[in-house]
């Protein structure tokens, strides 16, 4: 009896707790309100902030990977790029710009694809501009007799490592921008030195936009089974591949292996087409690596293709074995166990060997589970 009693009071306490408490909203109508707050800010900067805002509402749209911002996105990207005054400014900067492919490509929305198309036609413009002038600029400081020595633009920023650096990163990461602070002391301050500073040029950018086509593509191939998406998924397939075909004859081998690594994500027969008729004029080691995984993504079956990746494994340049290495990984081939065992033992840098222990693991499970 005494403990029915009890059970009321505490009852009766607790009902009028809840009367005399004021009513708050929820912890998910808060959320939802914050987040509709951090949305449109993140917009408003995107559109009208400096340089810092941009970068920022880039990085957060590509990581809410929301809808709403491909077209905003979209237009930002093109905005300024066949401008040669905006293109000057610290807004439009190519390390800006790489930032917002990536956001597109990290959303995937196919609706992005005719801006990214568009972005990569003019910024492979400007790239050949880029080579043009640093070629016409090193025949005039030759004609001088100049000591000066012009660097090219052939390899993306930060730091434009060349073959044979220890690390990732090194001492030296500005070297490439070195030059134009020659006349001037770098002031953090200045929203135009600290992105000049990231060194990023239109190599950085255009191989950013190629790899967002080649994100978006991938997800519609494998959407391709779905009837709400296989009506209009052929093509967007043939549009990515008619826009990434020209750049795969480029002069610097970064833009085609940039390009390849499109082309392997649209998964046809046309693209496996374009892969082997490219593999055999190309030249260049690591874009040969990179096209015979593209050609095995497709069809496994190709043997020469997987001895060219195999091969490489023991080339002399570290890129080349990391290229190698990571296409191993990706594939997961039960019957390359061997070959990256003796790579293992043999490789001297840390960061490959890495790799090529995932590649291994990777390798050993493929084997042990059943065939799909």
Request: one cysteine or more; a negative charge; charged letters at 25%.
């Amino acid at each position: 009896m005494k403990s029915q009693k009890l059970i009321s009071l505490v009852l009766c306490l607790i009902a009028s707790m809840a009367v005399l408490s004021p009513i708050k909203a929820g912890s998910e109508d808060d959320a939802r309100r914050n987040n509709e707050i951090a949305l449109l800010r993140s917009a408003r900067e995107l559109e009208f902030g400096n340089t810092d805002e941009k970068i920022r509402a880039a990085q957060y749209m590509g990581s809410v990977k929301s809808r709403r911002f491909v077209r905003l996105l979209g237009s930002e990207l093109r905005n300024g790029l066949d401008n040669p005054e905006l293109r000057r400014t610290p807004t439009h900067n190519p390390y800006v710009k790489y930032q917002i492919a990536w956001a597109l490509g990290n959303i995937g929305h196919p609706d992005a694809l005719p801006d990214l198309f568009a972005a990569l036609e003019i910024t492979g413009k400007l790239l050949d501009e880029s080579i043009k002038e640093t070629e016409d600029l090193r025949k005039s400081e030759e004609g001088k007799n100049s000591w000066r020595v012009i660097l090219d633009h052939n390899k993306p920023g930060p730091a434009l490592l060349r073959d044979g650096a220890l690390y990732p990163a090194s001492p030296d990461v500005y070297w490439s921008v070195a030059d134009e602070f020659k006349r001037e002391t770098v002031d953090m301050s200045d929203e135009g030195h600290r992105v000049r500073l990231e060194g990023y040029n239109y190599l950085n950018l255009i191989s950013a936009i190629m790899r967002a086509i080649g994100e978006i593509t991938l997800k519609q191939s494998q959407n391709f089974m779905n009837s709400r998406h296989a009506g209009n998924t052929q093509s967007i397939l043939d549009s990515s591949l008619n826009a990434l075909k020209p750049f795969i004859n480029h002069p610097i081998p970064l833009v085609r292996a940039a390009a390849i690594s499109g082309i392997c994500n649209v998964r046809s027969l046309q693209s496996a087409i374009v892969l082997e008729d490219q593999f055999k004029k190309e030249e260049d080691p690591l874009v040969k690596v990179r096209i015979s995984y593209g050609i095995l993504v497709i069809d496994k079956s190709k043997f020469e293709y997987y001895r060219t990746i195999i091969e490489s494994l023991h080339s002399p340049l570290r890129s080349v074995r990391t290229e190698a290495a990571i296409s191993l990984r990706e594939l997961a081939m039960g019957e390359a166990v061997h070959e990256l065992e003796e790579a293992l033992t043999l490789e001297q840098y840390h960061e490959v060997r890495t790799i090529l222990q995932e590649a291994i693991h990777n390798a050993q499970l493929n084997i042990l589970l059943p065939i799909q």
